[in-house]
């Protein structure tokens, strides 16, 4: 089992819609838990940390479920800018904290 | 402006030849950081360096080398052992080694090797 799974997608939406992707990670040590952006061939960049107790920035919302061993991450009112990869990742101890990304989750929003 | 670069953005050898990527960084960061993406795939880590002169291996080391000789520089080093070296080789570094920290990543080297 991968220690960080993600639906690749792609999620196709039109402008104005709720769209929500889960990314579960293996390992229930892991501690951190952040989503990343990435356009086409481009860097990632920081969307988002996702804390214990959820967290919110504007348009998007982070949710963590311990029990589940899984993150979301909602995004409403999709606009044609929201159109990207969505990387999920994790970081668990255990000597030293690396992070590992999932595959990522390709959404496409259309007029 | 403080960021991370990285040079060349696209790079072309022949199969055989050794090729250096260049990565600097002027944030002040301990932690740096080497990853290889592959078309439709995740990042994978190769290289992790938390402090000058100290670096360690990550999933896929192998093939690969690094230096870390001051904090602001992460060069990484792709041998003519690495298989499959045609990949987005991309350079991160992060303020904290605790796991907690944001990481900043440069624009990225396209390698192709033929």
């Known amino acids: 089992r991968k220690e960080v799974e993600q639906d690749p997608g792609p999620f196709n939406v039109p402008e104005g819609a709720t769209v929500a992707f889960n990314c579960t990670y293996s390992?229930?040590?892991?501690?951190?838990f952040f989503w990343y952006r990435q356009d086409c061939r481009k860097e990632p960049k920081l969307l988002m940390s996702?804390?214990?107790s959820g967290n919110e920035d504007g348009r998007f919302t982070a949710q963590l479920n311990r029990a589940s061993q899984y993150i979301s991450l909602l995004i409403r009112d999709s606009k044609l800018s929201d159109s990207a990869t969505y990387l999920c990742?994790?970081?668990?101890?255990?000597?030293?904290?690396?992070?590992?990304f999932g595959r990522g989750t390709s959404l496409i929003v259309h007029p | 402006d403080g960021g991370i670069t990285q040079s060349p953005k696209y790079l072309f050898r022949k199969e055989g030849q050794n090729v250096t990527l260049s990565c600097e960084q002027n944030?002040?960061?301990?932690?740096m950081y080497w990853y290889r993406q592959d078309p439709g795939q995740g990042l994978r880590l190769i290289y992790y360096?938390?402090?000058?002169?100290?670096?360690q291996k990550g999933d896929i080391a192998e093939g690969y080398s690094v230096s870390r000789e001051k904090k602001e520089s992460f060069p990484l080093t792709v041998t003519s052992a690495q298989k499959n070296p045609t990949a987005f080789y991309l350079c991160?570094?992060?303020?904290?080694?605790?796991?907690?920290?944001?990481?900043?990543f440069g624009p990225g080297t396209r390698l192709t090797v033929t």
């Open positions: 944030l002040n960061h301990d932690a």
């Open positions: 996702v804390y214990s």
């Open positions: 990742v994790v970081t668990t101890p255990g000597g030293s904290y690396i992070p590992t």
């Open positions: 390992n229930s040590a892991s501690q951190s």
């Open positions: 991160a570094s992060s303020s904290g080694t605790g796991g907690n920290d944001e990481q900043y």
């Open positions: 360096s938390q402090i000058v002169n100290d670096f």
